[in-house]
């Protein structure tokens, strides 16, 4: 637990500079520097409440940030950028949410093209969403583990081609 501690203090010095940025741009009034340097702070938010961490964990690294995506929505809306300010407040609010949404994204197309990767997709989402009492995840070091397989294998999932996928959506 020590190494996704150590991690997540990284993070969040990273997001004490970036959003004292954001606060000291918009302190001179320069709103887009400080709503661009506020955006970035948030979109921190979800590694410094990493999927190796247990969920309890998570919140709690949550509530020391719990008004920036408020701050960072206001010097948007100071700097007239209305859009931006509600995708911010989205995003601060829905951290967890999100996660738990990514967990779920469908990977049978990507079986079809990919099957290792699908299945390693497969074993890291079971592994995380196991339940923590009496479960072998409620130990941090196989949380940390197993949740180290997320970020390494969606980029490789992302690189198969659509059509390679099957995924036939527009976008």
Not at 21 to 34: C, F, H, K, M, P
Not at 57 to 64: A, G, K, V
Request: contains cysteine.
């Amino acid at each position: 637990m020590l190494h996704a501690n150590y991690l997540s203090q990284q993070v969040a010095d990273k997001i004490v500079l970036i959003a004292y940025l954001g606060v000291t741009a918009a302190g001179v009034r320069r709103t887009r520097e400080g709503a661009d340097g506020y955006a970035q702070a948030v979109a921190l938010l979800p590694e410094v409440a990493w999927h190796g961490l247990d969920r309890a964990t998570r919140e709690q690294q949550l509530t020391h940030w719990s008004g920036l995506a408020a701050d960072a929505a206001a010097c948007a809306i100071a700097d007239d950028r209305l859009d931006l300010a509600v995708e911010l407040l989205e995003q601060g609010r829905s951290v967890l949410w999100t996660q738990a949404l990514t967990l779920r994204d469908d990977v049978t197309r990507l079986a079809e093209k990919a099957p290792a990767l699908a299945e390693r997709l497969n074993t890291t989402r079971a592994g995380l969403d196991a339940p923590l009492p009496g479960s072998p995840i409620s130990s941090p070091k196989t949380g940390i583990g197993v949740a180290a397989g997320w970020p390494a294998s969606v980029p490789l999932a992302a690189r198969v081609p659509q059509t390679q996928r099957g995924d036939h959506r527009s976008g």
